[in-house]
């Protein structure tokens, strides 16, 4: 690593003077990460990657996953085809151990112990990706053991639209329209998409959009944002069998109310109310012993914080949540949880000391569950900047889940009496800013404790695991010539399932991302994207039994191809070796898939 980072910066400097000629841009350095309170990357104690506007355009092949799996400690596993549940990792922490946010609002279903499956969602109506490696328990409260992945949807002035068909019947349409005008602004993005993998019942239907509006005036805003996901999926295969009538839906709603105030030179205050529902359905009438089951979750959010200087060099940022939250389980059109009601309250400060070169960070978190014990998540870290370039981190923290409310609630397998799960993590590495070359490495561990898991001794939910996780992470990211950029990630992961003395299921130890993309003045684009994945321990569902599923490579590719000033052509192609893998043991992934389309971009 240390070789490659010498002749990378070697090469740099030796570019030809012309390919110094373009235009000045803000650093991506200088970009201001929203989720961790608007620090800049380049003084950030947390890892920390955030894909812009031009990395979702680049790629994207596969969805918000594939945008996912390029960044370094990040695998993202589907069971089939993408819209089928995708378990996301996050330096191997469980797939309910991870935060998602959309615009700072909680995007997650209280009503089930899985988590939700967020990687269908469609990246192209996000304008930034903020992905926080490591846990956030102390700023964002429970789930956010492993990470925290912060999706803002995409505000940009102006109309545009798409449309491409494919093979297996794929179809994708797009639309944008963006307007500010005087102290108002208004975004709509929308986007349908329709497709099928050749097998029986492996048809998906995608309708989603966002709505952002709002006004801003001498300090003052206030704004409305609405986001939707509607999916309607096939699941052709089960055990191994054909299914041809299984099915789900799963949609998601939420509405905000974001107000900001600017206090002067006291800081600055704002609120957001918010609304999320959440309705996930199963069925199948084939199945003899489950044909339906179904979960529905309304959330209430208030969330309040204040940012301001306590003293020249000490920023404070306090801030106090409250939430309420209603599920409803049926399963065979019976109810399991007819109706439960839960709240949550949280407070929480943040501190940081700018002292020359050195950032001090302390945070502390207070979370108050209903029928839980209350839970402190600490957090302490520092940046070192021995140059301008060069950046220093190291952390440690605690952090935890609640456990769900069916994991407490179910009246045949749930448990009243569950712990939250809690972790301990500290992590260290160093990040390096060069014109145009962003380079990073990571060490870190992380010891997880109360795991909840289903005891075959009392058929319940218990307390029962205990994992250790270690490992490193690397990541480069080089603008070799103005319109050309290759990027590359690469992550270690040793894992130990400490019950029974093995692997965690479906970490590898092994997982690689690289992207190399052309983007010139006149419009015409082209990225190749590829993933490779080890081999990882697996479950197999028909042997009832730990097994081992084999690595893969996947290879994605896009062409986009001006025609006219707003017009352009292009080309995808998802899995173009044509390759044959499993990333969930028992569940093909999708053969090559090629689609065409076409593009119109208004002024902005």
Known sequence: MRQLLVWACLFRLLLPAWAADKKPEKPDAEERVEVIGKVPLTRALQSVSVLDSERIQDGGHDGLKGLLNQCPGMLVLNAGNPAQFAYA????????????????????????????????????????????????????????????????????????FSLAGGSHGTWDSQVRFGKRLKDFHLFLNGGILHYEDGQVNDRV??????????????GWSLGLSVFASLLDAGIPRNLGAATPRRRYGQDNLIVAVP????????????????????????????????P?????????????????????????????????????????HQALIPRAVTATA????????ELGRVLLAASLRFDKHEGLAGVLSPQIGLSFNPTPSLKLRASASQSFRAPAPPERLNPYWGNPGLLPETGRAIEAGGDLYLDGLQCGLTLFASDYRNLIGFSPLTS???????????????????????????????????????????????????????????RAAS????????????????????LWAVAENRGFQQLGLMLSLPLRKRLSAFCRVDNA????????????????????????????
């Open 346 to 353: 949280s407070a929480y400060a943040d501190l940081q000391a």
């Open 460 to 518: 319940r939910f218990a307390n029962l695991h205990r994992a250790r996780i270690s490992g490193v992470e690397a990541s480069f990211d080089w603008r070799i010539l103005p319109a050309l950029r290759a990027r590359a990630s690469y992550t270690y992961l040793h894992t130990l399932d400490v019950q029974y003395g093995r692997e965690l299921l479906r970490r590898p130890r092994h997982a690689l991302g690289a992207a190399l993309s052309y």
């Open 89 to 160: 990792f996050a330096r191997g922490a469980s797939v309910n151990q991870m935060l998602y946010l959309v615009d700072g609002v909680k995007l997650h279903d209280p009503s089930s112990a899985l988590a939700g499956n967020f990687a269908f969602l469609d990246p192209r109506q996000l304008e930034k990706v903020e992905v926080v490696r490591g846990p956030l328990s102390n700023l964002h409260g429970s789930s956010a053991m492993g990470g925290v992945v912060h999706l803002l949807t995409r505000k940009q002035e102006g109309v545009g």
């Open 577 to 604: 070796l044509n390759a044959r893998y499993e990333e969930v043991l028992g569940y093909p992934a999708p053969l090559r898939r090629l689609l065409l389309g076409v593009m119109v971009q208004g002024g902005d």
């Open 259 to 290: 107000l900001s105030l600017e206090l002067g030179r006291r800081g600055r205050f704002d609120f957001t109310g918010s609304f999320h529902w959440n309705r996930y359905d199963f069925r199948d009438p084939d199945d003899a012993w489950n």
């Open 205 to 218: 239907e995608r309708r989603s959009f966002t709505v952002d509006g709002g006004w801003a005036r001498q």
């Open 292 to 332: 339906q089951f179904a979960n529905e979750s309304l959330l209430a959010e208030a969330q309040a914080k204040l940012t301001t200087r306590v003293l020249e060099t000490v920023k404070l940022t306090a801030g106090a949540d409250f939430s309420a939250q209603r599920i409803a389980n049926s399963e065979n």
């Open 523 to 542: 419009g015409l684009a082209a990225t190749v994207e590829a993933t490779g994945v080890g081999r990882r321990l697996d479950y197999d569902e028909l």
